[in-house]
């Protein structure tokens, strides 16, 4: 199940604190994940309601990714694609091949070792 959060929401550290300060998250995706007031969340939730993976998203663009499986992430993708064309967005390349599975663009950044940038087309 995707659920969509705000830190605003009474429930949104119960299922994303974990991942705030990870250093498995930080070592993985070579990204910092940080809470900002005007991000929206998108968390795969598993049938025993532990966050399994999430996508942040502000005005189109994409803040932050990560999951402890792909297919959590293609089902977020599928979920936020529905409504939202994704802007130029500087995202991990740890997930670059399901960035294009998805129907999204991927450009490689010079300068930018671990990242690519992403984006939609409607």
Request: hydrophobic share 35%.
């Given at each position: 199940?995707i659920?969509?959060?705000?830190?605003?929401?009474?429930?949104f550290?119960n299922?994303m604190g974990?991942?705030?300060?990870?250093?498995?998250?930080?070592?993985?995706?070579k990204?910092r994940?940080?809470?900002?007031?005007?991000k929206?969340?998108?968390?795969?939730?598993?049938?025993d309601?532990k966050?399994?993976g999430?996508i942040?998203v502000?005005?189109?663009v994409?803040?932050?990714?990560?999951?402890?499986?792909?297919?959590?992430?293609?089902?977020?993708?599928?979920e936020?694609?529905?409504?939202?064309?994704?802007?130029?967005s500087?995202v991990?390349n740890?997930?670059?091949?399901?960035?294009?599975?998805?129907?999204?663009?991927?450009s490689?950044?010079d300068?930018?070792?671990?990242?690519?940038m992403?984006?939609g087309?409607k």
């Amino acid at each position: 199940m995707i659920i969509k959060l705000t830190n605003k929401d009474s429930n949104f550290y119960n299922y994303m604190g974990k991942f705030f300060g990870s250093r498995i998250v930080q070592t993985e995706t070579k990204d910092r994940i940080y809470d900002d007031n005007n991000k929206s969340w998108y968390i795969y939730v598993d049938p025993d309601d532990k966050a399994c993976g999430f996508i942040s998203v502000c005005d189109g663009v994409i803040k932050n990714i990560y999951s402890s499986n792909e297919t959590y992430l293609k089902e977020i993708f599928k979920e936020i694609l529905k409504t939202i064309t994704i802007q130029p967005s500087i995202v991990t390349n740890l997930y670059k091949n399901l960035y294009q599975e998805c129907g999204l663009k991927v450009s490689v950044l010079d300068n930018y070792k671990h990242f690519v940038m992403i984006r939609g087309d409607k």
